[in-house]
């Protein structure tokens, strides 16, 4: 299971405030902390109006990058901001994200051709977010038609399902569950990733719901995930449903984890040599 870290996100009052008074410390302390904790890649999301978007970007891309080691998921619709953002990486980005809407499909998929970037694709078109497993088969076939016939190899894609709130809909979890399965089977190249939080929206002790939802959609095909790598009770989630999958060789990682007094509050001093 890949992490791509989230809390970069301009949409978080804090984050916000730290972009528009450029406050590289702040975002470069949430930066570190995320590696540290595990993410392979870090969100950033400027969260800015469409004018300002492009230089907010960039700065935030330089700023994480002159304290992180990781590549970057670069989180915005539009074209020129993200055009921006690729001239600044240092390592190969995961553009977050193209869709089957029109004007952003043709604004984004010639960035595609034109770098190695990886992306990833919402199952969303022009009439929305289709409400059934079928539909939204439909609107990611169509989508993975435009990203082959660009030249984008399938390896590169990230389908993204989009998991809708349960509070509004109840078949919600199990929709985005059946989408990923099927993407599995029709896309085996291809990878999964979805974020956890909308499922979740509306209900209290979110986080219990989120931790459900992870498990079973790791099950489901889930490759990576946009999540907060901070929160402890999720990443112990994870690491006990990669055992349970058979995912983990040697049970290595919960091992290590345990040793690293991560799964367990403190436990005994080992006896000094
Ligand atoms: N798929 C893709 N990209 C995404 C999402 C997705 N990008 C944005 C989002 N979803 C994932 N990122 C975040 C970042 C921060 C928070 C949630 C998701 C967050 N939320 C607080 C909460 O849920 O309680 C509230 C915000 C706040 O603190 O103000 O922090 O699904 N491809």
Redesign the pocket.
Known sequence: MKIIG??I?G????VGTAVSERDSGFIQRLAERQVEAGADWL?V?AGTPAAREPEDLVWLVQTVQEVADVPLCL?SANPVALAAAIEQVQQTPLI??ISGERARLEGILPLLSATQCAV?A?AIDDSGVPSGVEDRLVAIRRLVDELRRAGVPDERVYV?P??MAIAANTESGRIALETMRAVRTDFPEMHI??????VS?GLPV?TLINRAFLTLALEAGLDTA?L?PLDRKLRKALLAAEVVLGRDRYCLNYTRAYRARLLNGPVAKESPK
């Open positions: 989230e809390r996100n949409s978080r009052t804090r969100d999301a989180d977050n994200s990833i919402l993204d989009l998991v990733v979805s974020g956890l939080s909308n929206f979110r946009i907060d």
